[in-house]
């Protein structure tokens, strides 16, 4: 065999191999160096309705809903305060606290009315589940007053006013 035709057949074949390795030669696929892996996302879990949710950090927490029931009075008796109202969770799990107060302003809440009870004042839903929340009670210091339900958020903290008045 002569010497040139061997040289040049090694050359073609490293040119070759050179060219394959860098994706220049089509149907060959270029060698890139390996992806690093991604650790597998947690599995999500599926919020039922139920006992109180606990909350983490990285917990998305949800919006709470006041509702009316069939018990809810906006007008009470001021001297024997009786009504309720439905709180729910939604979008996720809630702590929520409630009390009682003589006015609310875009900046905050006025003064807690010790006389007037929320029972349960305080608590963790699930996302879905929902609470009543009795009032109770007497209020002497005026026409109205405000119980005040309170969560944070992923954002600060939500608000639900609820009127009422005598």
Known sequence: ???????????????????????????????????????????????????????TGSTKLGTLTVHSTAQTKTRVACSNIQTEERLTASKGPVNWTARAVDQVSDTGAGNVIGSVTVSPSSGSLADGASVVARIGGSYSGGQRFVVVFEYPTSIGSGRVNVELSC
């Open 1 to 55: 065999m002569d010497v040139r035709r061997v040289s040049t057949t090694v050359a073609t074949a490293a040119v070759a191999a050179l060219l394959i390795g860098c994706g220049l030669i089509k149907g060959s696929q270029p060698q890139t160096q390996p992806q690093p892996q991604q650790p597998e996302p947690a599995p999500a879990t599926t919020a039922t309705k139920g006992p109180p949710a606990k909350t």
